[in-house]
């Protein structure tokens, strides 16, 4: 007589965390390896930025808590945006302390934006309070819309 045995379901996340309980287990762990490149500017996760366009320019805000003014720069070069600076976080690991978690990562970060159309580089502003970074980038007058009034003979 022969068996049949019905196949297993088969699920992405299961086997997926299949693999990562067995990284765990051999002492591998990819997020601290991922969440570093971020902060060096390979991924680009750090800082979060939220970025929108209106009819009068671009806004760029950032998420960047514990970060000093002065250890933020901005540059634009042509249409591109790039933040860049540096998040210090004292390390307290020494005689007798020992980290259970740490998430809080420090070092250099580097993101760079392109924008879409001109902007203004005399009249932008950047405004830093309560660890959010704003920029305010009005559009060059040559590329706002406008209304074309027709004229009649």
Not at 18 to 46: I, K, M
């Amino acid at each position: 007589m022969t068996t049949f045995h019905r196949p297993s379901s088969w699920s992405p996340w299961t086997s997926l965390a299949h693999e990562l309980r067995n990284d765990r287990r051999r002492g591998r762990n990819v997020a601290p390896r991922s969440s570093e490149a971020a902060y060096h500017g390979t991924r680009g996760v750090f800082p979060p930025v939220n970025l929108h366009e209106s009819d009068e320019g671009y806004f760029l805000t950032a998420e960047l808590p514990g970060i000093l003014p002065e250890n933020i720069d901005i540059s634009i070069e042509g249409g591109t945006v790039t933040l860049s600076g540096e998040r210090k976080i004292e390390n307290t690991a020494g005689n007798g302390v020992a980290f259970h978690r740490r998430e809080r990562q420090s070092g250099s970060f580097r993101r760079a934006f392109e924008l879409p159309t001109e902007f203004d580089i005399d009249r932008a502003r950047a405004t830093h309070k309560n660890g959010v970074l704003t920029l305010d980038l009005p559009k060059s007058v040559a590329v706002k819309p406008r209304q074309i009034e027709i004229e009649t003979p």
